[in-house]
């Protein structure tokens, strides 16, 4: 099932976010997010750092990205954490390990490259089945600047063959 519990309870005084759709550049999907923008005064913020998450998780990660919103926001960056197609509260019915998500973060930078500033730097933070699609993203796209790869998978097939009798219980 799908976990679509994407309430924030954040300890930042005043951190105002919207949410956001864009599409995903592979099959039309809409992609459902929030948007943190940075703590800079007047002016809008040329940094932004989006998270992506794992399998069958949600642009919260576990718990992660309140934590990164509260450390980020008043450095200066924004935040643009996001569902994934098939999860949280995205369109989609099918999970493909990064194969297909990668269309969806790339449809998240086209998004803030048509944001104000908030595209002109723009890193990533990927965990698990995210940090596997940050990398195939970020070989795709000049836009991407910088990529954190938490625990990426380094080979689908392994992966698949001694992940998928725990995940879905078939030998």
Do not use: C, W
Request: aromatic share 10%; charged share 25%; no cysteine.
């Amino acid at each position: 099932p799908r976990d679509t519990n994407v309430s924030y309870e954040l300890n930042i005084d005043k951190t105002p976010y919207e949410e956001v759709e864009f599409k995903s550049l592979k099959n039309d999907n809409t992609i459902r997010g929030t948007f943190f923008p940075a703590h800079t005064g007047v002016k809008s913020s040329d940094k932004t750092i989006i998270i992506v998450h794992g399998y069958t998780s949600n642009r919260l990660v576990k718990g992660r990205t309140p934590k990164l919103v509260e450390h980020f926001v008043p450095k200066g960056y924004n935040i643009l954490a996001f569902d994934l197609s098939s999860q949280g509260k995205s369109d989609g019915d099918l999970i493909t390990l990064g194969l297909n998500e990668k269309y969806d973060l790339l449809g998240a930078v086209d998004y803030l490259k048509s944001k104000d500033h908030a595209g002109d730097n723009i890193g990533v933070i990927g965990f698990s089945m995210g940090a596997a699609t940050s990398l195939l993203a970020a070989s795709e796209s000049d836009d991407i600047q910088a990529v954190i790869a938490d625990s990426p998978f380094r080979n689908a097939g392994l992966f698949l063959r001694e992940g998928l009798p725990f995940f879905s219980g078939l030998p």
